[in-house]
């Protein structure tokens, strides 16, 4: 990537001279990502239907919980939606069905990148030993689909959100840090690294400061791709009935419950599913735009 430092002019007298180089080199890189039309407009949708969903449950027009129509009641009479499956307001929950989907999925895609750029930095940097080990745990866990592994210990330990995310986001986790390995691992070949590490700069500190700057560009493109895997893996599983439990209002849990009665009454499937797309849609603008940006940062490089 041309955001990369290739080479800086190194101040002897300066331990922090590469590493502040670095920074200012990556960092036109970063705005100019963060300037696409399609990243923004990914931002855009992401922030409304988060706003939405956590705005949502105070705007509910009835108990989202109560019973207050006779089965699939056809919209009308104070229900704008109808009613589903046990005559409860549609709209009601829609506005509050996509609070736990809001924090849940951004904590994990972010937990994800996180924990994946510290592995795949860490890996690229030390090399050796600790890569081999590194990976093959990552390969280990990379052999369990995401869903599949968070519903492996949901199963057993219950339907806690907090452990959603923390087995969504361990799911994630390998294919972040491979992309962020390979990113990272040309960085060992640069002036400003190799002068780090001569003059004895800290590892933490030429992590901080020399990587994790030059690797923010893929770092990105991740963010946006796994905020939409797992707004998809907290859906699908609430659908199966191992997410948010009835009564509580729930997007994916909507569509279950409301699926048998599809063709009476649309609305309770198709209103939680809108809002799923949308959310996931700006994950995916957010991604693509990234790795746009980047592939004509380097076509230009």
Same mark, same amino acid.
Request: hydrophobic share 55%.
């Given at each position: ?149 968070? @519903? *492996? ?9 907090? !452990? %959603? #995310?923390? =087995?969504?986001?361990?799911? &994630? ?33 030429? @992590? *901080? ?9 893929? !770092? %990105? #493109?991740? =963010?946006?791709?796994?905020? &939409? ?47 799923? #797309? ?24």
């Amino acid at each position: 990537m041309s955001e990369t430092v290739d080479a800086v002019d190194l101040n002897l007298s300066d331990p922090e001279g590469p590493a502040r180089a670095a920074r200012a080199r990556n960092r036109p890189g970063a705005l100019r990502i963060l300037r696409s039309g399609q990243v923004r407009l990914g931002c855009t949708l992401v922030l409304l239907t988060m706003a939405f969903a956590l705005v949502g449950p105070l705007l509910t027009p009835n108990d989202p919980a109560k019973s207050i129509a006779l089965p699939y009641a056809p919209p009308g009479d104070g229900l704008p939606l109808g009613a589903d499956q046990l005559g409860r307001d549609v709209l009601s929950r829609v506005l509050a069905g996509g609070f736990h989907l809001a924090w849940m999925a951004p904590a994990a895609a972010i937990a994800a990148v996180a924990l994946g750029a510290l592995v795949g930095i860490a890996a690229a940097f030390y090399g050796g030993f600790a890569d081999t080990v590194l990976m093959r745990v990552m390969d280990v866990l990379l052999a369990f689909p995401a869903l599949l592994f968070t @519903l *492996l210990f949901v199963s057993v330990i219950g339907p806690k959100p907090w !452990l %959603l #995310v923390v =087995l969504t986001a361990i799911g &994630m986790t390998p294919g972040v840090a491979r992309v962020i390995r390979g990113a990272a691992r040309p960085l060992n070949d640069r002036e400003y690294v190799m002068w780090s590490r001569t003059v004895g700069i800290p590892d933490r500190t030429i @992590l *901080l400061r020399c990587f994790l700057p030059n690797v923010s560009s893929p !770092l %990105l #493109v991740e =963010l946006g791709m796994r905020l &939409m895997w797992s707004i998809g893996i907290l859906a699908a599983i609430s659908f199966l009935g191992y997410g948010i439990q009835p009564p509580a209002a729930d997007w994916g849990l909507m569509i279950s419950e409301n699926r048998t009665g599809l063709s009476n009454m649309p609305w309770a499937v198709l209103a939680p599913v809108a809002c799923i #797309v949308l959310f996931t849609i700006g994950g995916n603008l957010i991604a693509e735009g990234a790795a746009r940006v980047i592939a004509r940062t380097e076509g230009r490089g």
